[in-house]
Nanobody, 122 residues
Framework: QVRLVESGGGLVQAGGSLRLSCAASGRIFSINTMGWYRQAPGKQRETVATMTSGGTTNYADSVKGRFTISRDDAKKTVYLQMNSLTPEDTAVYYC????????????????WGQGTQVTVSS
């Protein structure tokens, strides 16, 4: 069973920074894409940033230049450095591991973390 555990959320003032971490555990052969998504109250979940095993990154326009995604494959961990936070960044942030293989011959699966709250006060 693959499990994703996020940490690093909290309350911060506008203009501040937070760093989110998400560690994957369990039997894992490979993870293709790891990413961060967020969902604000009354809104749909949206992509924040993703990163493939090859290093290709993708960011939402709203966070470009402020957020940086990185991953440590040896630790099966993905990070999200968030700078210059604004109240519009307030949301529950979810970690996702996509195209995960338990064995080399396994079918791809996707997993989600439980979410971590990020609140930015004005």
């Amino acid at each position: 069973q693959v499990r994703l555990v996020e940490s690093g959320g909290g309350l911060v003032q506008a203009g501040g920074s937070l760093r989110l971490s998400c560690a994957a555990s369990g039997r894992i052969f490979s993870i293709n894409t790891m990413g961060w998504y967020r969902q604000a109250p009354g809104k749909q979940r949206e992509t924040v940033a993703t990163m493939t095993s090859g290093g290709t990154t993708n960011y939402a326009d709203s966070v470009k230049g402020r957020f940086t995604i990185s991953r440590d494959d040896a630790k099966k961990t993905v990070y999200l450095q968030m700078n210059s936070l604004t109240p519009e960044d307030t949301a529950v942030y979810y970690c996702n591991a996509d195209r995960v293989r338990i064995y080399s011959w396994s079918v791809d699966s996707s997993y989600w973390g439980q979410g971590t709250q990020v609140t930015v006060s004005s």
